[in-house]
């Protein structure tokens, strides 16, 4: 950008812009200047793999009294404290432990986040973070095998092996949950919004159909969107071969051709499905939960599609070169608690790790005064889309696992298509 | 730096001569220095680590590997055609928009000149990004322009201009528009109103007055405005994002992603080195077609 | 002061038959149609910026408020960023002036040798599409593992500030009347005191219109810093990355008050440079 002020000077400046003539000789004089730095260009930048972090790094970790918390928009209760806005479950861990959370709403998604702190890390340098929120998968792998990140000590939370759920213990992408555990789950699957679409959404064939041609929206990423054409066409991710996905690339590719997609998304899907400038997306469960809730008037519908569905996990997990990892480990002690997990959960609307938590949501929805609150407590209590349901659960697939190999692979098919 | 600054044209003395001849020196010294650090030297660094090979993971080393550009070139040229496609489309929006008007100011703006001008140069005041992201609203569907359309029956219930190559062509013509005004403005308001008069003497008509005289005596502001529009027109990365939807994806979103998110250095700065190299060779050729020896020369307003 | 000025002068104007057509209305009116293209973006976000939303999406106009003045500091990395915005621009505009003032004195009025390439540098920087001038500072700090912060940004801006001042004020040396000083330093004055009275009140608009310039490019530069930004967050890089989730009206108040700002900077600065004239 380059403004030009209406000054005369301004004026001034822009003809000297353009004024200068310049001689042969003065294209040579800077070219041996180019010439001349050349000497130092036969470097290289070096490889981002750290040491492993060594049995002992506990031993010298010293309480402190402040953390740093990155995590994703709107994934955390909200309140209003003197016209403020607070996070209520975050004021209670302060008051209860005497450290101060600097909690920051970083991640729009994994390809940048990771993108960001990757080649901090790549640096040994501290990224600034005591404790951050990753997405099971690619990423998260890949952060492990580069020991990026630090090895939970076990011994600092007693609340997670008390009260999580069985499927949020030992995962199969962290076996043991050495470096990670979950802070919420959550369904990729399909939204709309009924003011513009007239009849009900049941299937992942519906996002190609021509009558909604431009109103479509996809994810614009390398995990949700190729695992969710996955298993729209009828394949398990888990079990998918390099055929299958050039399939689901390849019906991807029509459906983006044949003009029915508006556009890839990341974060940015529910405004526009708000507006209507979207009538059929993909979507994440607990957004549309959320969008109803925070705007008057708002009806989305979330739909698992009968072939199925994505769930993933977000974890809470520790950066290397972090400088407060023991409050880290008091936090992440302390969301294991139900009563906090449930504050969370009326919140976020995403699948909690801590069962009994809807407990404490009931007794909320006893407690309430207002019809409304009571009614919505109520649902999401019942939501199959927080507390998980058999039935549910039996049409939820997980995101391929991949070799490292492999990755490579999976990304030169999927990227065109959305980066296109 | 007060009295290293002094001009040195009077002769006061042996030794403030010698100072004084050195006084050139110690004042571009240090812009100079800051410039060939930060912009020359990178620029090197630039064209080194497009010639490396590796990932992220194991690092990149220098093998001086070229065919990086024709890897990254064959798998992104669709997106770099359609940047140079959106930066020509732009840049005659621009001049078709800006000429009459830069005229209008610089004919008959008289004491008001500078107050159009200013209001030309308001949108600067505000943020580029905000300012787009007003457009987003602007344009939604059912905005109240869009709406408004809709409701008439002018337009169809499903037309949307949102996440269509019209919307980011129309955020970035709106965009770069005062880079165009200024410079056509300045040449225009140059211009002797007596050429005008003879022209009219001559039985000239008005259009052939503008299309045989003033026209191409303002063809150097037409070349800078065009400079100042097209090159950051092809570069630009956020109307794509924010305006733009499937298939409008232009390089700078490529070579963004390729940077920052892949961490993919080589391919980025081989992208980023080519797309410097196009801009480059069509500056020359465009002076060549107007049928100037040197580019400077032709830039020189 | 006059030589290269192009504030209104008004001219002997072209000899019109006193009945105006139609047609002569065609160019104003076009004209402030375009004017208003310009500025509706803006008048947009004014507008917002006193919408009483009640959602999360600050989408549709929901009736008039003023509380966004009164809670404009509530979001904290919003009122970070901003603050990393101001401060950087300050830094950047008193760094930039003296060394790209130095250099456009130099440009200007002295002979040294590789003055020729020390133009073309910096004409060539300001051709360089800014993308490409952050990409290549990144493949520095990449290359010598420097990393990117508060700091990097400082550099990069003063970097792709310094040809806008030095330019300016090149082209405000190149008008000056080089006797003036001349004479200052035959009236006895000493050099210094001859810079401070004579040569240096002669650049000032120069100066000054620079000053201005990079302050206004380094507090809405996007392109380059998202490039060496590292974590530290910039205003518009705020803007950018809420932008997915729509941006709150503290935004449209922010932007509406630097708005405000600039214009009065401007509107000042085109008062100032009237009043001379007449």
Do not use: C, L, P, T
């Given at each position: 950008m380059t403004p030009v002020d209406p000054t005369p000077s301004g004026m001034a400046q822009l003809r000297g812009l353009t004024q200068r003539r310049f001689s042969r000789r003065d294209l040579l004089q800077a070219a041996g200047l180019l010439a001349g730095a050349g000497l130092i260009a036969g470097c290289s930048v070096p490889g981002a793999r750290a040491s492993v972090i060594p049995?002992?790094?506990?031993?010298d970790k010293k309480p402190s009294k402040y953390l740093d918390w990155a995590n994703w928009p709107l994934y955390l209760d909200v309140g209003k404290e003197n016209g403020r806005t607070v996070h209520p479950s975050l004021v209670e861990f302060t008051k209860k432990t005497g450290i101060k959370v600097k909690y920051e709403?970083?991640?729009?998604?994994m390809d940048s986040f990771v993108g960001t702190i990757r080649p901090v890390l790549a640096s040994h340098q501290a990224t600034g973070y005591d404790l951050m929120v990753l997405t099971n998968g690619i990423y998260l792998t890949q952060m492990k095998e580069l020991n990026y990140l630090v090895p939970l000590d076990h011994s600092r939370m007693p609340n997670f092996f008390k009260y999580a759920d069985s499927t949020s213990k030992n995962p199969t992408y962290d076996p043991g949950n050495k470096y990670t555990v979950p802070w919420q789950s959550g369904i990729t699957g399909m939204a709309y919004n009924p003011k513009y679409v007239k009849r009900p959404i049941t299937s992942f064939d519906d996002l190609f159909d021509p009558a909604f041609k431009g109103k479509v929206g996809m994810f614009a990423d390398n995990q949700d969107l190729p695992n969710f054409a996955l298993v729209g066409i009828g394949v398990d991710p888990a079990k998918s071969t390099e055929a299958d996905w050039r399939r689901a690339a390849e019906r991807l590719k029509q459906q983006r051709d044949q003009g029915l997609v508006r556009a890839y998304y990341q974060q940015d899907y529910i405004s526009p499905l708000s507006k209507g400038d979207l009538w059929v997306t993909m979507a994440w469960s607990g957004d549309i939960f959320q969008a109803n809730a925070s705007t008057p008037g708002l009806d989305l519908k979330f739909v698992v599609p009968k072939q199925g569905a994505v769930v993933w996990t977000d974890n809470l997990c520790i950066p290397r070169y972090s400088n407060n990892p023991v409050s880290a480990m008091e936090l992440i002690n302390f969301m294991y608690q139900p009563e906090i997990a449930a504050m969370v959960a009326e919140y976020v609307n995403y699948f909690t790790p801590v069962p009994d938590a809807k407990k404490y949501i009931l007794a909320d929805a006893k407690a309430a005064t207002k019809k409304a609150d009571r009614e919505e407590l109520l649902e999401i209590a019942e939501s199959p889309l927080v507390f998980p349901t058999k039935a549910m659960e039996s049409k939820l697939y997980r995101y391929a696992t991949l070799k490292p190999e492999e990755v490579p692979v999976w990304n030169q098919i999927f990227e065109p298509v959305y980066e296109s | 730096m007060s009295g290293a600054a002094v001009d040195d044209d009077v002769k006061v003395g042996a030794l403030r001569q010698r100072f004084g001849r050195l006084t050139g020196y110690w004042l571009a010294l240090p812009g100079g220095l800051w410039l060939a650090i930060f912009f020359v030297i990178p620029m090197i660094y630039l064209l080194s680590l497009s010639l490396m090979t590796g990932n992220f993971i194991d690092g990149f080393t220098q093998k001086f590997h070229v065919s990086t550009y024709w890897h990254t070139i064959s798998l992104y040229h669709d997106q770099f055609i359609r940047s140079i496609i959106y930066a020509v489309i732009v840049t005659l929006l621009t001049i078709l928009l800006a000429y009459p008007m830069a005229y209008w100011i610089a004919m008959r703006g008289g004491r008001n000149k500078s107050t159009y001008l200013l209001i030309i140069l308001l949108p600067f005041f505000v943020s580029f990004v905000i300012r787009t992201l007003q457009w987003q609203f602007i344009l939604a569907?059912?905005?109240f322009v869009l709406g408004t359309l809709k409701d008439l029956h002018l337009v169809g219930s499903d037309f949307h201009l949102l996440a269509t190559p019209i919307a980011v062509v129309c955020g970035l013509t709106y965009n770069y528009l005062p880079f165009m005004v200024l410079p056509l403005y300045v040449s225009i308001e140059r211009l002797d109103p007596r050429l005008m008069e003879a022209a009219n003497d001559l039985y000239a008509s008005k259009l052939q007055a503008l299309l045989r005289v003033v026209l191409p005596l303002t063809v150097p502001g037409i070349f800078a405005g065009v400079l100042m529009t097209f090159v950051p027109v092809a570069s630009d990365f956020v109307n794509a994002q924010l305006l733009g939807g499937a298939k409008t994806t232009m390089i700078g979103n490529v070579i963004y992603t390729l940077y920052l998110t892949n961490n993919d250095y080589a391919a980025a700065s081989a992208l980023s080195f080519t797309l410097m190299g196009a801009l480059l060779i069509g500056i020359f050729a465009y002076a060549r077609a107007l049928g100037t020896k040197d580019v400077m020369e032709a830039a020189a307003l | 002061m006059t030589t290269t000025d192009t504030t209104p002068v008004t001219r002997p104007s072209v000899q019109r038959k006193p009945k105006r057509k139609w047609t002569y209305y065609i160019l104003p009116v076009y004209t402030w149609a375009v004017l208003f293209y310009l500025c509706l973006p803006i008048f947009v976000m004014i507008l917002f910026g006193f919408n009483d939303t009640k959602g999360r999406y600050n989408i549709t106009f929901q009736g008039f408020t003023l509380k966004w003045y009164k809670e404009l500091f509530a979001i904290d990395g919003l009122t970070n960023a901003l603050v990393n915005s101001l401060t950087i621009a300050v830094i950047v505009t008193v760094v930039s002036v003296v060394i790209g003032g130095a250099l456009g004195l130099a440009l200007g009025r002295y002979r040294f040798r590789g003055k020729g390439a020390v133009s073309l540098v910096v004409f060539a920087q300001i051709a360089t599409p800014e993308l490409v001038l952050g990409t290549s500072l990144l493949s520095l700090f990449l290359t010598l593992n420097v990393p990117r912060g508060y700091f990097t940004i400082l550099l990069a801006h003063i970097m792709f500030c310094i040809p806008f001042v030095a330019v300016t004020v090149q082209a405000r040396v190149a008008g000056l009347d080089g006797s003036l000083k001349e004479a200052a330093l035959d009236l006895g004055a000493t050099p210094a005191v001859a810079f401070r009275k004579v040569t240096l009140p002669m650049i000032m608009p120069g100066i000054l219109a620079g000053a201005l310039l990079s302050f206004a490019l380094s507090i809405d530069d996007f392109v380059t810093t998202s490039f060496n930004a590292g974590q530290t967050v910039t205003f518009p890089l705020w803007v950018y990355g809420a932008s997915r989730l729509g941006i709150p009206a503290q935004v449209n108040v922010m932007g509406t008050l630097i708005f405000l700002f600039g214009l009065v900077l401007a509107a000042y600065s085109i008062l100032a440079g009237r009043r001379k004239k007449d």
């Open positions: 049995e002992g790094y506990w031993d709403e970083v991640i729009q998604d | 569907d059912n905005g | -």
